[in-house]
């Protein structure tokens, strides 16, 4: 007999108790009248008392109510020798290259195959997977469940992972010996994502099938208003004729004829001009994997960010030329989201002007000429939801620039020569959204070189972001609603420091609008971190707050048949010991499961406090032994 937690154990010293109060009760003797007793002689009486335990058929259903309390609490099973059945989980690879004709009918065949080789008694668990593995039985000994579930597989669009199956397979042994029968095509990217470990008290066993076919594929569809290119490959060894068809979601298209040798791939150019909308484009080819025979893809009915660049007198306007190179470097088209346009004079501060260019990026960098009146529409610009940056330098007065920044918790000062330079750039808070998208770049900031500084003060609700090295305030932000507003205390024109020309710039204007703007920046949706099953499929699907469609594709690389043998497959997988402590541990939780010995414990615990109640309300004779 074992007990799983045998620390309740420590609860039979409760039983004590009872014991105790059985031991020193008293029965208490009912009052009885009498005649005055001032007349009677007082006398000394000696008693002797023998103690004895008062209700002792009472006292022994408590004690063993308490014991099977405490047992009950210690999950007790009993070891037997019967011997204990290996699980075998199969694992069924259903990525997009098992849809070669006739490949997953094979992969069924290995499959029942392995299920018929096991007897009765054997529990046998299903796994699915692509690019990530499911679990559809858990190990029980219904083989029929098992293979009706065979029956209904069908091959997806994912891509082969071998890592997720054989994790999934592990947890469902969970640190018992067993086999993992894998059944799949042998494609060697399987591996490409890493690989896992297998304790060596689970046994791999590996069947292919399939063998290479002739694929043709189509790897690349992108769609712009001049032209829709089609990149389409022969993958196969023979010569093929092909007819690729370009079309909208809604109907209609347009068709070409190609003719491709074995391993080689052309671009096909459909002219357009193209509405905006989703594209697919399929290729029409007997054999090979069908799931990659068409592409999707969409044209963005969107127009470009702009990007709006406020100097003062005409005589300033290269001081806009780093930013307008930088947003050039981007990419400042329709396409990528930015157009950059320089406003000069004083009619680019006019309310009017303001106003136009709500939900637009506004990024000042000088004011020459300009008074205070002029930039006071700014202030309301960002309170009604507008964007705003301030870059402080030459060109702009401090004073000029609080007049905007003030009412948001920043102020602008003049430098204080008593502080010296301000050195280089240190970021505050490395988890800042705008930081963080930099990565690496991060680094090429401490080495920015910064001659020059505003004396920036920062209050609440605004916040610093990065300080210069002397511990003063390089860049501050401050919310006010939708509005935004960002602070530079040095300029952006390469007089005040070397930012410009330092590789940290162009990424750092790409987040620093994207942050401003949020994703009407042309931000790219990681598709693999949303968990959403129609994801799963090729398609176009709306994606991220504001339902933009977005193109969904299969990933190409499945369509790389290069194979591994099976001895390299198991080379590629650690095999460390099993714990055998862990797995003592989980069998020992597996017969106390299956036995349940701690139920019949509560029943009976139940029963005695039964009778309990019914002999505790039992009426009393009171008796006292005297000698």
Known sequence: MGLLAPIFLAGLA???????????????APPVPFTAVRFLQKRTIERQERQRIQDPWLLLLRVIALALLALAFARPYLRGDVPVVPPVVIAMDLSYSMGAPGRLDAARRAATAALDELPGSTPVGLVTFADRAQVVAEPSTDHGAVRAQLATLQAGPGATRYAGPLEAARGLLDGRAGRIVLVTDMQAGGWSRGTTSLPDNV??????????????????????????RVVVSNA????????????????????????LD????RELVFPGPHAPGGFVARVRHEGGFPADDQRFAVLRDTAPTRVHVLVGDEVDRPRALFVDRAFGALGASAATGFTVQVATGAAAFGRDAVAQRAGDLVIWLSATGIDRRAVASLEPFVRDGGRLVVACGPGLDPRVADVVTRPFGITLGGRNDRQGPPGSLVVEDPRHPMLAALGEARQDLARTDVADACDMGVAAPASTIVRFSNGRPAIAEARVGAGHLL???TDLGRQWNNLPVQAAFVPLIGELARHLLGDGAGQ????????????????????????????????????????????????????????????ARVEAVRLERDQGWW?????????????????????RVATEGVS
């Open 14 to 28: 409760a039983i004590a108790v009872p014991i105790v109060l059985h031991l020193f009760r008293r029965e208490v």
């Open 203 to 228: 046994r791999l066993d590996v069947r292919a099938v399939g063998a290479r076919v002739d694929n043709v594929l189509l790897r690349d569809l992108v769609v712009s208003r001049e032209q829709a």
């Open 236 to 259: 196969g060894q023979v010569p093929a004729e092909l007819t690729v068809t370009l079309g909208r979601l809604d109907g209609g298209g347009a068709t070409q004829q190609v003719s």
């Open 262 to 265: 074995g391993g080689v791939s």
């Open 487 to 489: 602070v530079l205390a």
């Open 524 to 583: 790219r949706v990681a598709l693999a971190t949303i968990e959403d099953p129609r994801y799963q499929r090729p398609g176009i699907w709306p994606v991220g707050p504001r339902g933009q469609e977005a193109a969904v594709n299969v990933d190409v690389s499945e369509a790389d048949q290069t194979a591994i043998g099976v001895e390299e497959f198991a080379q590629a997988i650690a095999r460390p010991p099993a714990d055998e402590a862990r797995v």
């Open 599 to 619: 139920r019949y414990g509560i029943a009976l615990l139940g029963l005695t406090l039964l009778v309990e109640s019914v002999l505790a309300r039992r009426p």
